[in-house]
C-alpha cells in the first residue's frame, strides 16, 4: 500500500500551481504532509520507503509563481465597478442578474483569482469597457481617450504587467495597419498593429525591470491573433494564448474567469 501510494504521489511531479476554485491552490507543505519538504531552489524532498522499510530522499522540481505586484491594462474583462484605476471608467461587471452572465462578486474576477493562487497583490487595476488597444472605436469613432495606448502609462511601478487587450479591436473591425516600429504617426495610431507596437515600445522603456506579458483572448481573428504574436516577439513580450474560456455574450463566466487565472499562472510560473 505504502508503495502504491508513493508512486501515485511521485506520478504528480513536478508540482505546478493549481487551482481547484479560486480559493483553493494545491500547494502542499510540510506540515500537511509529512513525504514533501519544502527546500531551497524551487525543490523539494520526496520520501519514499520501500516495501522493506528503505527511505530514499528525490528531489523534485517545483514551479513557483516569481511576481509578487502586478498591474493589468484591460477592457471589460477586468472591470468591477467601484474597483478600477480610472473611476469614470465604463464598466461591465458585476451584472447582477443583468443577462446570463453571474459574475457578481468581486471574488469571481479572474484577477481576484489570480490574487487567490499566487499570493501577488494587484496594484493597479486600469481596465475600461469596450475599450480597443488602438484609437479607433466601434463604428470607426475616435476612441483615442480611452484606448489602451492612452491609458498604458498608468500602470504604477508592478513587478508584472499584464496586457489583455484586442477583443474589441477585433470585434469592432479595427483597421490592422502596417507592421511599424518607430516613428509612428498620429493617423498610423488608429491602425492595431502601429498602436500595439508603440504601446509596448513605450511600456518597455518606462518598466524595464517589469516583466510584460500579453494574454490574447481565444476566438479572435486570425489577422489579429497573428498581428500580436508577431509584434510581441519583436519586443520579446510573452504571450498567453487562453484556450476553452467559457463565456456567454462574449465575456467570461465564473467558471471562465477561474480558467483565465489558472492559463496566466501556469505559464508564468517558472
Not at 501515485?8 to 483553493?24: H, K, N, R, V
Not at 499566487?118 to 488602438?134: A, D, P, Q, Y
Not at 494574454?215 to 509584434?231: C, G, V
Amino acid at each position: 500500500m505504502n508503495k502504491f501510494f508513493n508512486h501515485f504521489i511521485l506520478a504528480l511531479m513536478p508540482l505546478m500551481i493549481l487551482a481547484t476554485s479560486c480559493g483553493a491552490v494545491s500547494q502542499t507543505s510540510s506540515n500537511d504532509n509529512p513525504v514533501l519538504h519544502q527546500k531551497r531552489n524551487n525543490t523539494r524532498s520526496l520520501y519514499e520507503t520501500s516495501a522493506y522499510g528503505t527511505v530514499t530522499e528525490k528531489i523534485v522540481a517545483v514551479k513557483v509563481f516569481p511576481y509578487t505586484t502586478f498591474s493589468v491594462i484591460v477592457d471589460s474583462y477586468s472591470t468591477f465597478k467601484g474597483h478600477t484605476t480610472l473611476a469614470n471608467a465604463a464598466q461591465y461587471y458585476p451584472q447582477n442578474g443583468v443577462g446570463n452572465n453571474k459574475v457578481t462578486q468581486l471574488e469571481q474576477t479572474w484577477w481576484s483569482c489570480l490574487q487567490e493562487i499566487t499570493g501577488c497583490k494587484l496594484i493597479e487595476n486600469n481596465s475600461w469597457s469596450g475599450s480597443t488597444i488602438c484609437n479607433t472605436g466601434y463604428g470607426g469613432l475616435n476612441a483615442t481617450a480611452n484606448s489602451f495606448l492612452t491609458r498604458s502609462s498608468q500602470v504604477g511601478d508592478p513587478e508584472l504587467i499584464l496586457i489583455f487587450g484586442a477583443t474589441n479591436d477585433s470585434w469592432a473591425n479595427a483597421p490592422l495597419g502596417e507592421y511599424k516600429y518607430k516613428d509612428w504617426t498620429e493617423k498610423e495610431l488608429f491602425s492595431y498593429r502601429p498602436a500595439l507596437a508603440k504601446m509596448l515600445n513605450g511600456l518597455k522603456a518606462a518598466h524595464p525591470k517589469a516583466k510584460i506579458a500579453f494574454i490574447l483572448n481565444s476566438d479572435l481573428k486570425q489577422e489579429i491573433d497573428e498581428s500580436t504574436l508577431t509584434i510581441c516577439k519583436h519586443y520579446d513580450v510573452q504571450v498567453i494564448e487562453l484556450i476553452d474560456i467559457e463565456k456567454t455574450q462574449g465575456h467570461p463566466t465564473i467558471i471562465g474567469m477561474q480558467s483565465i487565472a489558472k492559463q496566466i499562472s501556469e505559464a508564468l510560473a517558472i
